[in-house]
Antibody, heavy 122, light 108 residues
Framework: QVQLQQWGAGLLKPSETLSLTCAVY????????WSWIRQPPGKGLEWIGE???????NYNPSLKSRVTISVDTSKNQFSLKLSSVTAADTAVYYC????????????????WGKGTTVTVSS | SSELTQDPAVSVALGQTVRITCQGD??????ASWYQQKPGQAPVLVIF???NRPSGIPDRFSGYTSGNTASLTITGAQAEDEADYFC???????????FGGGTKLTVL
C-alpha cells in the first residue's frame, strides 16, 4: 500500500520561501508523475505542478515564476519550493501521485498525502 | 481552453440518483477524473478514465463523458456521500492539470 508522507514549515512571513517535502513509501517511484496541489481555506483545489522521476517538470502558469519542484530518487522524495509568499498563498498543500497513460489520454491522482497547512502572516 | 466548470451545489434525497457535471473543451481530448473530499480530509479518487472505480469505491459511483461534458453519477445516494466533488483533467496542451471549481453535494 503506497503512502505519501509530507512535511514542512507551517507558518511563514510574507516574502519568505515555502518549502515542503513528500516521501513515497511502499511503492515504485520511477514510473509515475508526482504532483503538488493546494487548497486555500474554504476554496477549491489548485494544481501547482508536477515532476517525473527523471526530473521533467510542468508548472501552473499562474505560479510558474515562483515555483520549483525537485526530486530525490535516492530517497523516494520530491519537494516543493514557492518563493516570495504572500497571504494569498495560505492554504493546505497536498502531494499526490499521478498515474499517466498517455496513449489513453488518461491522467489521474490515485494516492494523496494528508496535507500540510501553511499560513502566511506577518 | 483550460477551464473546467462545475455547478457549485447540488442536492439529492437519500436513496435517489444524482448527477454532477463538469464541462470544458479539454474533455474532448482528455478523460476527467473525479475526487470526493470530506471536511478536513484529503481528496479521494472515486472515478477515473472512461468509467473506472478504484478499489474500495462503491459501485453506486459511475462516470460518463460525452463531448465536452463529464458526469459523475451516484445511484442511490447515501448520507456518507455528502461531500465536495472535484473533477480534473489535463488542459488542451496536455502539459497542465486543471481542476473544476467543485460541487458541494448535500444529501437530504
Amino acid at each position: 500500500q503506497v503512502q505519501l508522507q509530507q512535511w514542512g514549515a507551517g507558518l511563514l512571513k510574507p516574502s519568505e520561501t515555502l518549502s515542503l517535502t513528500c516521501a513515497v513509501y511502499g511503492g515504485s517511484f520511477n514510473v509515475y508523475y508526482w504532483s503538488w496541489i493546494r487548497q486555500p481555506p474554504g476554496k477549491g483545489l489548485e494544481w501547482i505542478g508536477e515532476i517525473t522521476h527523471s526530473g521533467s517538470t510542468n508548472y501552473n502558469p499562474s505560479l510558474k515564476s515562483r515555483v520549483t519542484i525537485s526530486v530525490d530518487t535516492s530517497k523516494n522524495q520530491f519537494s516543493l519550493k514557492l518563493s516570495s509568499v504572500t497571504a494569498a498563498d495560505t492554504a493546505v498543500y497536498y502531494c499526490a501521485r499521478i498515474i499517466v497513460v498517455p496513449a489513453a489520454t488518461l491522467y489521474y491522482m490515485d494516492v494523496w498525502g494528508k496535507g500540510t497547512t501553511v499560513t502566511v502572516s506577518s | 481552453s483550460s477551464e473546467l466548470t462545475q455547478d457549485p451545489a447540488v442536492s439529492v434525497a437519500l436513496g435517489q440518483t444524482v448527477r454532477i457535471t463538469c464541462q470544458g473543451d479539454s474533455l474532448r481530448s482528455y478523460y476527467a477524473s473525479w475526487y470526493q473530499q470530506k471536511p478536513g480530509q484529503a481528496p479521494v479518487l472515486v472515478i477515473f478514465g472512461k468509467n473506472n472505480r478504484p478499489s474500495g469505491i462503491p459501485d453506486r459511483f459511475s462516470g460518463y463523458t460525452s463531448g465536452n461534458t463529464a458526469s459523475l453519477t451516484i445511484t442511490g445516494a447515501q448520507a456518507e456521500d455528502e461531500a465536495d466533488y472535484f473533477c480534473d483533467s489535463r488542459d488542451s496542451s496536455g502539459n497542465h492539470l486543471v481542476f473544476g471549481g467543485g460541487t458541494k453535494l448535500t444529501v437530504l
